[in-house]
């Protein structure tokens, strides 16, 4: 049984740019959250998806946008990087919509240059 | 105030003792409370529910105060692979967790 999975591991990327990164939630789950960790701090929350639609959306800019495909597997889109955005991007996948475990992928270490 | 508050440590203590971490929450509607354990560069990963009751698992005590909003976690015994950073949880609607920033646990020899 598969758990969370991210990709890419690493990602190096300059300001201006745009960047994608992936989620694929453990089998058995349908809503996939996303989280944001800079150095030093806890994870913040970006947003999540629950049915292919975003369900709720934390504190972000509209450069962080994101999609969730049918087979439950999502997809975080970043345009306009800044420096700031230099963060450990982890997805979350749970099941259903009242409160469940969340379990987390390894994560996706973003570097902006 | 932030939201979730913790002390960010470092803690460090020697092998076998007993140690609390405290961690205070901002919004008295918080509905759900955890405990997630993280280890350097690698994701966090739930440690403990907490309950209004008071939990224990193995050497590890969860406890709520709803009326101080308060949340602990003591580690009885600690062991060298106790060493992380653990961070304090809250959940609000739909399932959305506010972390703390961590309290970072370093237990010797």
């Known amino acids: 049984d598969a758990g969370v999975t991210q990709s890419p591991t690493h990602l190096i990327k300059t300001r201006g740019q745009q960047v994608t990164l992936r989620c694929s939630p453990k089998?058995?789950?349908?809503?996939v959250s996303w989280y944001q960790q800079a150095l030093g701090q806890g994870p913040q929350f970006i947003f999540q998806?629950?049915?292919?639609?975003?369900?709720q959306r934390g504190n972000f800019p509209d450069r962080f946008s994101g999609h969730q495909f049918p087979n439950y597997s999502s997809e975080l889109n970043v345009n306009a990087l800044l420096l700031g955005d230099s963060a450990l991007y982890l997805c979350?996948?749970?099941?259903?919509?009242?409160?469940?475990?969340?379990?987390f992928g390894p994560g996706t270490r973003l570097t902006v240059l | 105030r932030k939201e979730v508050e913790q002390d960010p440590g470092p803690f460090n203590v020697p092998e076998g003792a007993t140690v609390a971490f405290n961690c205070t929450y901002s919004?008295?509607?918080?509905?759900?409370f955890f405990w997630y354990r993280q280890d350097c560069r690698k994701e966090p990963k739930l440690l403990m529910s907490?309950?209004?009751s008071g939990n224990e698992d193995g050497r590890f005590t969860a406890q709520l105060n709803r009326a101080s909003q308060y949340i602990s976690l003591l580690i009885r015994d600690s062991k060298l692979s106790d060493s992380a950073t653990y961070l304090c949880?809250?959940?609000?609607?739909?399932?959305?967790?506010?972390f703390g920033k961590g309290t970072m646990l370093l237990v010797s020899p």
């Open positions: 949880v809250v959940i609000g609607g739909y399932s959305t967790l506010t």
């Open positions: 089998s058995g789950h349908d809503t």
């Open positions: 979350a996948s749970s099941r259903g919509t009242r409160h469940n475990e969340q379990f």
């Open positions: 907490v309950y209004s």
């Open positions: 998806y629950y049915e292919e639609e975003e369900r």
């Open positions: 919004n008295s509607a918080s509905q759900s």
